[in-house]
């Protein structure tokens, strides 16, 4: 059992370019979210998805899009990348209350 | 800001000792969850407190809720060098929304 998966691992961008990120479960849960993590801001949500077909913006959604087209999928994407993106990102899932977290992106802007 | 703040923002303690960690929030909540982040890895879920409870066990960890305050306490007993990790508070305020809101964290070091 994968649980969740996320690729990149890292990856070195260069700003004003366009990258997704990708996020795939294989537990059939409904709920999908996407998350930043920074040193000293905690986790803040960016966006989720409750449900296959329904997105919702979270705390931090400027200059991030996602997109559900089914069950399993949940990409994040950076349609003009800035140097403030720069952040470690967490996709998660659940059913119910407890949330499962992916082993994250780091991403670095350039 | 509806952030959960966790107290204190690192702790250092021996193996063998307890651990107690503190979250405070603003506004009335569903539930109150805590994860523990590994260096590098993802968060794992350990514990949930619903706004009805007032305390729960699981293992080493107790957790308490104090609705009145607006606070709870994760207390890890024994602790062991493999306790070392971030550990994080994390609100529900609407029931059924399943979205929650992180605090920034207790970064926790457990010494052999």
């Known amino acids: 059992i994968a649980g969740i998966t996320q690729a990149p691992t890292s990856q070195i961008l260069a700003a004003g370019r366009r990258m997704t990120l990708r996020c795939t479960q294989d537990?059939?849960?409904?709920?999908m979210y996407w998350y930043r993590q920074d040193l000293g801001l905690g986790l803040r949500l960016i966006h989720y998805?409750?449900?296959?077909?329904?997105?919702g913006k979270g705390e931090v959604p400027d200059g991030y899009s996602v997109s559900r087209a089914n069950t399993d999928d949940f990409p994040l994407t950076l349609a003009s990348a800035v140097p403030s993106q720069t952040s470690v990102y967490f996709c998660?899932?659940?059913?119910?209350?407890?949330?499962?977290f992916g082993p994250g992106t780091r991403l670095t802007v350039l | 800001s509806q952030q959960g703040e966790e107290d204190p923002q690192a702790l250092s303690i021996q193996e063998g000792e307890n651990a107690t960690m503190n979250c405070s929030y603003k506004?009335?909540?569903?539930?109150l969850q805590w994860y523990r982040q590994n260096s590098g890895r993802g968060l794992v879920h350990l514990i949930l407190?619903?706004?009805?409870?007032r305390e729960k066990h699981s293992g080493r960890l107790r957790v308490t809720l104090d609705t009145s305050k607006k606070s709870s306490s994760l207390l890890i007993t024994a602790s062991r060098a493999a306790d070392t990790a971030s550990y994080f508070c994390?609100?529900?305020?609407?029931?059924?929304?399943?979205?929650?809101?992180f605090g920034k964290g207790t970064k926790l070091s457990v010494i052999p």
């Open positions: 537990m059939r849960h409904n709920a």
């Open positions: 998805s409750n449900t296959a077909g329904t997105t």
């Open positions: 994390a609100t529900e305020f609407r029931a059924g929304s399943y979205q929650l809101t």
């Open positions: 407190i619903r706004s009805n409870e």
């Open positions: 998660a899932s659940s059913f119910g209350d407890e949330q499962f």
């Open positions: 506004t009335s909540i569903n539930n």
